[in-house]
C-alpha cells in the first residue's frame, strides 16, 4: 500500500471520497458488510464521516465558485479537509479490518485492496492512453466518452481507478501540456463539460491520461480540441 492513499489534490479527494460515500451508502451495501443504521459503525457513519464529508464538500464546491473563492473560504476549505481526512483514515481501517468488506467492495469505493506480504500483486502502472469520443448534445456543453482501448469497452481498464484531465479555453492551440490550467478526476465515462453562453464558439483544448487505484499516472494522450457549442 502507497505511504499515503488518500489524494493530495482539493478536487481528487473530492472524487475519491464522493466515490466511497455513494458505494457505502447504499443500503444494500450498508447491510452486506455489517455495518447497518443500528450498528456502532454504522452509527458513526451516519454521525460523524457523513457530517463532516458533507462539509468539506460544501466547502470545496463554494470555493471552486470563482465568484466565492475568499481567502476565508480557502481557511474554510483547508479546515474542513483537515477534519475530514482522520475520519476517511478511520473508516478505511475499519473496512479493511472486516472480513465481511472484500476487495472489490475496496475497489469499488476507490480504495486500495488489502496487500499481504510479498506475495501480493502490484496494482500495474498504466501504459495505454484513453482513447477519446467528444459530443456537443445541448448548447454549451461537451462531453468527453474515454475508453480502454486495449478491450474497446467504455470505461477503464483493469486496476484503473479514472481518467485525469486537464484542461483550458484558449485562443491559440497550446505547445504542451503544462499550458492546459485547470484538472479534474473523473471515475465514470463520461465527463461533461458545461460552459455559460459567453464562451459559446470558443475552442477548449484538453488532455487525459489513466490514474490507477494507488495513483500512479499513465502517458497523456493527444491535446485534443472541441468547439464550444
Do not use: C
Not at 456502532?40 to 466565492?68: C, M, Q, R, Y
Amino acid at each position: 500500500m502507497p505511504a499515503d492513499w488518500i489524494k493530495r489534490n482539493h478536487e481528487a479527494l473530492y472524487d475519491q471520497a464522493n466515490q466511497t460515500v455513494d458505494y457505502i451508502t447504499v443500503v444494500a451495501n450498508r447491510t452486506r458488510m455489517g455495518f447497518g443504521a443500528d450498528t456502532p459503525l454504522g452509527e458513526w457513519l451516519d454521525d460523524v464521516f457523513l457530517p463532516k464529508h458533507n462539509a468539506f464538500n460544501t466547502a470545496l464546491e463554494t470555493w471552486l465558485d470563482i465568484s466565492t473563492r475568499t481567502h476565508t473560504m480557502t481557511v474554510v476549505l483547508n479546515g474542513a479537509e483537515a477534519a475530514f481526512k482522520p475520519e476517511y483514515r478511520q473508516l478505511y481501517a475499519s473496512l479493511k479490518g472486516n472480513p465481511l468488506v472484500k476487495d472489490e467492495d475496496l475497489t469499488r469505493m476507490g480504495l486500495p485492496t488489502r496487500y499481504s506480504g510479498s506475495s501480493h500483486t502490484p496494482v500495474p502502472v498504466p501504459l495505454t492512453v484513453p482513447k477519446l469520443e467528444t459530443l456537443t448534445p445541448s448548447p454549451g456543453v461537451i462531453e468527453i466518452h474515454f475508453s480502454d482501448p486495449a478491450t474497446q469497452r467504455k470505461g477503464k481498464p483493469h486496476g484503473v481507478h479514472g481518467v485525469e484531465i486537464v484542461w483550458s479555453i484558449l485562443d491559440t492551440p497550446p505547445v504542451n501540456w503544462s499550458e492546459l490550467l485547470h484538472s479534474a478526476i473523473d471515475t465514470k465515462t463520461p465527463y461533461r463539460f458545461s460552459f455559460e453562453g459567453e464562451n459559446r464558439g470558443r475552442r477548449l483544448y484538453f488532455a487525459l491520461r489513466w490514474e490507477n487505484q494507488v495513483g500512479d499516472k499513465g502517458p497523456w494522450s493527444e491535446i485534443e480540441s472541441a468547439i464550444i457549442p
